[in-house]
């Protein structure tokens, strides 16, 4: 079992910015791929960073630019830097880890959920 505490969610003007933090601790081995999905109300949910444990990034494209996903392999932690956010922005972003367990299964675990709500 493992445990994802996310935290840094909450409200900001448009134009402002905010920094998601998930930390990941329980059963792991070790941590491949971690990512920020989100997921607006009606939408399905999204994409929006992922990060290889060498530090190779991909981005949805409508956050390229403002956003940038970094991790600290040592505290098996995953950020989220938003800069410039937009009203198009609001969601619930949850995070994402694939991991091999400590019998060296292949796992992924998903956060809880954290809300950020930009306003215009």
């Known amino acids: 079992q493992v445990q994802l505490v996310e935290s840094g969610g909450g409200f900001v003007q448009a134009g402002g910015s905010l920094r998601l933090s998930c930390a990941a601790s329980g059963n792991i081995f070790i941590i491949n791929r971690m990512g920020w999905y989100r997921q607006a109300p009606g939408k399905q949910r999204e994409l929006v960073a992922a990060?290889?444990?060498?530090?190779?990034?991909n981005y949805a494209d409508s956050v390229k630019g403002r956003f940038t996903i970094s991790r600290d392999n040592a505290k098996n932690t995953v950020y989220l830097q938003m800069n410039s956010l937009k009203s198009e922005d609001t969601a619930v972003y949850y995070c994402?880890?694939?991991?091999?367990?400590?019998?060296?299964?292949?796992?992924?675990?998903w956060g809880q959920g954290t809300q950020v709500t930009v306003s215009s």
């Open positions: 990060i290889t444990p060498g530090g190779s990034t």
């Open positions: 994402n880890v694939d991991y091999q367990n400590l019998l060296l299964l292949y796992q992924t675990s």
